[in-house]
């Protein structure tokens, strides 16, 4: 029985994916009329543009001034195995997962460069005992878990006098979450996630520890070019001033350069922070009261602020997966929720992207078609 109603208001816009994720608010083709297509990206202009796109993200996400931007190939997948490539087997590893992106660097770690590697892993919705890391060893890890809605709470279990390096996959958290540099020596993201840019590249961040491995290190295993970063033992300063290893899109360069100017507007990542939080609010509120909807994070500790992982538990249900599927195909359909649904290996149910570029309101006129969506997929099983 269907005695639910449509809902009235419908969201402005309806692009929920985890990435690429929503545009800027307003965004528009024009914005990017300014990106100097068919130059080479080592003219002066090129290299000013890849030079300004390293220091916005350097003041807008408050990286120190002696940590190395640089922008590399390959989205974020590609920044962050550059970092374990170049980085690890110089001492043991410990590799923490807690969705499919983790195990993924798990993979890397184990089965491509044979490392010496305790694994730690927890199930959809939890993060591990980070007490339990040895931070003298390197550490792997994912600060947000964009598949599973789960994120590292802040900084506090990472020793300051630590001894291993820390590499952390921050692309669903940088520029909606606070990261503290300070824990960190190699931090990677791609602007396809939370500024809402385009893919094909990543960028890497190395704090000075980092970039002392780079010189003193050299891993056993051939590297191809394209993670190459030192030259001689000694680190390639052009890749941190905007000189790429190989060639850039100008034009995605161009759109993450006014993803960034928006988030200046704003008053850069405390608004950014802000806007994550007050999404992620919308959605949590909303469900509070439900018995036949829940977050998939376990403990609000450590539930994202970016990635929402929401799972039905109405014991109605007849099957888990085909329901969750035909909930978000239902609200794509209507236009109230694109690219939705749980990731493919993560449990079954809804994903609502409630990153920076996302309008509260939006997220606010969503929830009410969820349960829309719910009410009349369980009166048609
Ligand atoms: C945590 C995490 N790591 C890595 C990736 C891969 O990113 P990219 O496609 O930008 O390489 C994603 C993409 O969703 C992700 O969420």
């Keep these: 029985m269907t005695d639910h109603a449509i809902p009235a208001a419908r969201p402005e816009n309806p692009r929920f994916s985890s990435g690429p994720?929503?545009?800027?608010?307003?965004?528009?083709?024009?914005?990017?009329?300014?990106?100097?297509?068919?130059?080479?990206?080592?003219?002066?202009?090129?290299?000013?543009?890849?030079?300004?796109?390293?220091?916005?993200?350097?003041?807008v996400l408050g990286v120190p001034a002696d940590y190395r931007i640089g922008i590399v190939p390959g989205s974020d997948t590609g920044a962050v195995e550059m970092a374990m490539w170049t980085l690890l087997g110089a001492r043991p590893v410990e590799m923490l997962a807690w969705e499919s992106f983790g195990e993924g660097w798990v993979t890397d770690a184990v089965k491509q460069l044979k490392l010496d590697a305790t694994v730690r892993k927890a199930d959809y919705g939890k993060i591990v005992d980070l007490a339990e890391v040895d931070f003298d060893?390197?550490?792997?890890f994912t600060w947000n878990g964009t598949t599973s809605g789960v994120r590292v709470p802040n900084g506090d279990a990472i020793p300051a006098d630590r001894a291993g390096l820390t590499i952390c996959d921050a692309t669903s958290a940088a520029f909606a979450m606070d990261l503290p540099w300070d824990k960190l020596d190699v931090v990677t993201f791609s602007w396809q996630k939370v500024l809402g840019g385009e893919g094909a590249h990543g960028v890497l961040i190395l704090s000075p520890r980092a970039v002392e491995r780079l010189e003193t290190y050299t891993p056993a295993w051939p590297l191809p070019k394209i993670f190459r970063m030192t030259k001689g033992g000694k680190l390639i300063e052009g890749i941190f001033k905007g000189e790429t290893i190989n060639t850039p899109s100008m034009l995605a360069v161009e759109d993450y350069l006014v993803a960034l100017k928006w988030a200046q507007s704003l008053g850069g990542l405390t608004a950014l922070i802000a806007r994550a939080d007050a999404n992620a609010g919308a959605v949590r509120d909303f469900i509070a009261d439900k018995d036949w909807i829940a977050d998939l994070a376990e403990d609000p500790a450590t539930a994202s602020t970016t990635s929402v992982c929401l799972k039905?538990?109405?014991?109605?249900?007849?099957?888990?997966?085909?329901?969750?599927k035909a909930v978000a195909k239902r609200l794509e359909k209507e236009g109230v929720a694109l690219d939705a649904g749980a990731y493919r290996d993560a449990p079954a149910g809804l994903r609502i992207w409630c990153g920076s570029t996302v309008e509260t309101a939006d997220v606010a006129a969503l929830m009410p078609w969820v349960e829309w969506a719910y009410r009349a997929e369980l009166a048609a099983q």
């Design 21 to 59: 994720c929503a545009k800027i608010p307003h965004y528009s083709l024009d914005m990017l009329s300014d990106a100097p297509l068919g130059r080479s990206h080592r003219a002066a202009v090129g290299k000013s543009k890849l030079a300004e796109a390293i220091e916005l993200t350097r003041a």
């Design 312 to 324: 039905f538990t109405d014991p109605a249900i007849k099957d888990g997966a085909a329901f969750a």
């Design 137 to 140: 060893k390197d550490v792997v």
